[in-house]
């Protein structure tokens, strides 16, 4: 079995501070691991993957996550925070021959002008 | 590429009657699909797991008579509730794969659901 733990629930960061949001898993195999952002109302949209090939992932909107094994870490990041990137963003995992995704509980990220 | 579309995005219905919600992968085949349901403030939970021209398999405690799914295409999963109630309003959303470990999950949109 797999998990997920997202710590604390919301993050608040000036615009064009850098964002760290952190995620933490748990998988007796290797996983797969994926950052998801969701705006109000709509549904995920995927902004990064782990897949093994390496550890050091860029994503889309500027975002990146990088995985390390050793703190069963995967934290996104992204250098300079926009207006835009307030959202509710998901950590997740798979492993295994199992495709279900784990979610974490998700944070909200908030951006001040 | 990898778009997912749910109809409708909002429905609203009268406590008892049935309502029917479409997943569909646009522009790709998608071997299995999953329905979640996300109360607000909330993580996602998953309901059940399709595979195209099988039985759906659900999570512990969804009942599988209440919410029909049905996955009778590559391109197109249903989800039925049926005898609707208030307590089942709530914001549903599907995802699609093209399957196997480690693939990706694309979401739709969501369809937001209210029983009065």
């Known amino acids: 079995a797999q998990s997920v733990t997202q710590l604390g629930s919301h993050v608040s960061v000036s615009e064009g501070a850098l964002v760290l949001l952190r995620c933490n898993y748990s998988s007796s195999v290797p996983p797969y691991l994926f950052w998801y952002v969701q705006y109000p109302n709509q549904g995920l949209q995927l902004l990064l993957k782990y897949t093994s090939a390496a550890t050091l992932v860029k994503g889309i909107n500027g975002f990146e996550a990088e995985f390390k094994k050793s703190e069963t870490s995967f934290h996104l990041t992204k250098p300079s925070a926009h207006m835009s990137d307030a959202a509710e963003y998901f950590c997740?995992?798979?492993?295994?021959?199992?495709?279900?995704?784990?979610f974490g509980k998700g944070i909200t990220l908030s951006v001040r002008p | 590429g990898a778009v997912v579309s749910q109809h409708p995005s909002w429905v609203i219905c009268k406590s008892g009657t049935s309502v029917k919600i479409e997943c569909r992968s646009l522009d790709f085949q998608a071997t299995t699909m999953f329905w979640y349901r996300q109360f607000p403030k909330q993580s996602l939970m998953l309901m059940a797991t399709?595979?195209?021209?099988?039985?759906?398999?659900?999570e512990q405690g969804v009942e599988k008579d209440k919410f029909l799914i049905n996955h009778a295409s590559l391109t197109l999963s249903t989800l039925t509730v049926t005898s609707a109630h208030p307590e089942d309003s709530s914001f549903y959303i599907c995802s699609a794969s093209v399957g196997g470990p480690g693939e990706t999950q694309y979401f739709g949109p969501g369809t937001r659901l209210l029983v009065l």
């Open positions: 997740a995992v798979t492993a295994g021959a199992n495709s279900k995704l784990t």
């Open positions: 399709s595979n195209e021209g099988s039985k759906a398999t659900y």
